[in-house]
């Protein structure tokens, strides 16, 4: 299964329970009500897709923006 900067919106909507519409590039996801039980649910489900990230690295920067630069470039070193 290959990740696509559309499916990090889409997963991230539904952990929170909300279109992939309304959330935008550059929000802080984190004042949108991403906890930290969600974001590993995130961190299992694209390492589960192929692609190793930590918690740590999503929460520094919680946006979907950010954390489809730090996939992308993962799809492009093999997954880490």
Wanted: zero cysteines; glycine letters at 4%.
């Amino acid at each position: 299964m290959s990740l696509s900067h559309e499916r990090v919106r889409e997963d991230v909507a539904d952990v929170l329970s909300e279109q992939p519409a309304e959330i935008s590039d550059d929000e802080n996801l984190l004042d949108r009500g991403l906890d930290s039980i969600r974001v590993m649910s995130l961190v299992e489900r694209w390492r589960a897709a192929g692609v190793s990230t930590t918690f740590i690295e999503l929460a520094e920067q919680p946006t979907v923006a950010a954390w489809w630069r730090l996939i992308s470039d993962r799809m492009e070193d093999g997954g880490r």
